[in-house]
């Protein structure tokens, strides 16, 4: 099977998977339960369904909200919710077309789908500070010109995340300095958590190439920006999970953790550490009213 085939994820399958936890990582502990990581990214502005994708539409922040609701109360407190960059606009286009309205209305659901950690491109953070709009809240990111880092604590698990900051060239990528940044930045982030998640808007490639040369930075990737979308695979030396988010909003990623992920320490085993969802928001999935009324008079 060729790589690009074998990269998509069919809607709703379940495949498990188990990677490797780097040399120092954290020390084993007993009693955790497994761990929901909710990633969505390169939603590009686009807040209702895309309703010549199919007859009942695809998308929407609508629905989006009505599956963070259920996955919150399938897994309660061992829920964490992470945003990549270009929720708000498109890495090339920029914010084509939105207004003011648009930028209070997009912000008031964000807030209401209420992450964990909601990660802004410089330029996303720019238009919502022009528009008087940009939430001053942590939980509120903007990637800078170096790696910022968080410890989010759910359920009993010590999540660290760290954020690349952005790439000088939107398709170049990072340079060599850059990426050895976010691999101190990660290392450094080790000895107080379970497990290590990386946020990043670079791209498909710049993201092969920095797993290619710190395969065992992160446990867990998170990519957003051009190239492949809604797929998930191990680096080549399978130590790192590798995630690429969906295009304009139309599924939600969810990762299962399961609680010995700690144990494997250094080895992968197929069916037992990971397990990927790529849930599609589709006709099955009922709107929430109260965020999808946001724009209905826009």
């Known amino acids: 099977m060729g790589y690009r085939r074998g990269w998509f994820v069919g809607a709703l399958v379940l495949v498990w998977l188990c990677?490797?936890?780097?040399?120092?990582?954290?020390?084993?502990?007993a009693g955790l339960q497994p761990l929901a990581v909710v990633f969505t990214g390169n939603t590009l502005g686009l807040y209702d369904a895309c309703e010549t994708?199919?007859?009942?539409?695809?998308?929407g922040l609508g629905r989006r909200a009505t599956v963070f609701g259920d996955i919150r109360q399938e897994y309660g407190s061992r829920t964490v919710f992470i945003g990549a960059p270009y929720e708000f606009m498109h890495f090339r286009k920029g914010a084509q077309g939105a207004n003011a309205a648009v930028a209070r209305a997009l912000v008031e659901a964000y807030n209401m789908l209420e992450y964990d950690l909601l990660c802004l491109a410089p330029r996303e953070a720019a238009w919502l500070e022009d528009e008087g709009v940009l939430p001053q809240r942590t939980q509120w990111a903007v990637a800078r010109s170096a790696p910022?880092?968080?410890?989010?604590s759910r359920g009993g698990w010590r999540i660290g995340v760290v954020v690349f900051p952005?790439?000088?060239?939107?398709y170049k990528g990072p340079d060599a300095a850059t990426m050895q940044a976010v691999a101190d930045a990660a290392q450094g982030l080790r000895p107080e958590v379970d497990i290590v998640l990386g946020v990043s808007a670079w791209g498909e490639t710049p993201e092969q190439n920095f797993m290619a040369q710190y395969d065992e930075a992160v446990d867990v990737l998170l990519g957003?920006?051009?190239g492949m979308a809604s797929g998930y695979r191990l680096s080549p030396g399978g130590s790192t999970l590798w995630l690429r988010s969906n295009f304009d909003g139309r599924g939600v990623l969810r990762l299962v953790v399961a609680g010995d992920f700690l144990a494997a320490n250094g080895r992968y085993v197929?069916?037992?550490?990971?397990?990927v969802s790529n849930i599609p928001l589709d006709g099955r999935v009922k709107y929430d009213t109260a965020v999808s009324n946001l724009f209905s008079w826009l």
């Open 19 to 29: 990677v490797a936890v780097p040399a120092g990582g954290g020390t084993v502990r």
């Open 53 to 59: 994708c199919s007859r009942e539409g695809i998308g």
């Open 148 to 152: 910022m880092t968080r410890v989010i």
């Open 166 to 170: 952005v790439a000088k060239a939107t």
């Open 224 to 226: 957003s920006g051009p």
């Open 270 to 275: 197929i069916n037992q550490h990971f397990r």
